[in-house]
């Protein structure tokens, strides 16, 4: 279950060409001159749709492509930069739900749905950019994707063992449906945004209840 940043949120990075340890520069490029590209990124790409391109976000920055290859090392790591940005903020947005008490599941489920379909609703199109052309484009962004969304599954599964699961295989069964359950949902319901968000979260909060169910 992953999602997208409503602004320039930064993080360490860890394309070619990121951040070390300390917050040094790696490959000679500055970190904020990284950030005001991506900045550019986020840019052309809510304004211009999934299908910006790469000529668009270079000339938003007031550089050539190369150049802005050479601050990621190529266009993989733009898109991985781009992927880490977005996804690390959301989980940090959802963990508290994930920590939320066990006594009243439903609640707990519904405030990790809907925080997460306010996210990707406020910036669909960076969500289809990342899920749907970057991660078909490129397969280290695919398989960077996966390993976040593998890790989401594996953190709530831990949560749900620790909060009353008994069984912890089923505890990370369950953590790795709920994420894949929601990410799907999220996905469909942004293809048909005429039907009701909270009747979308309310449905899927009863599914995820009544799975937690002894």
């Known amino acids: 279950m992953t999602g997208l940043t409503t602004g320039g949120a930064t993080t360490g990075g860890t394309a070619t060409g990121g951040t070390g340890a300390g917050g040094t520069a790696t490959g000679g490029r500055s970190p904020e001159r990284r950030r005001d590209l991506l900045d550019a990124a986020d840019r052309v790409i809510r304004r211009e749709g999934p299908q910006a391109s790469m000529a668009a976000i270079a000339a938003e920055a007031g550089i050539t492509k190369p150049i802005l290859y050479r601050h990621f090392g190529d266009k993989s790591g ?125 449905s899927l909060a009863d599914v995820i209840a009544g799975a937690l169910r002894p």
């Open 78 to 202: 733009l898109y991985q930069a781009l992927a880490e940005r977005h996804t690390r903020v959301v989980i940090d947005l959802l963990r508290p739900e994930f920590a939320r008490a066990m006594s009243d599941p439903r609640a707990r489920a519904r405030g990790a749905i809907e925080a997460y379909l306010e996210t990707i609703s406020a910036n669909p199109n960076l969500y289809r950019f990342l899920f749907h052309r970057a991660s078909a484009e490129d397969c280290r962004t695919r398989t960077q994707m996966a390993a976040i969304v593998r890790s989401v599954g594996e953190e709530l599964g831990a949560a749900l063992a620790e909060e009353g699961v008994a069984d912890p295989v089923r505890a990370r069964v369950l953590g790795h449906a709920f994420v894949g359950m929601v990410q799907a949902i999220g996905d469909w319901w942004l293809e048909n945004p005429g039907l009701d968000r909270d009747t979308v979260v309310d």
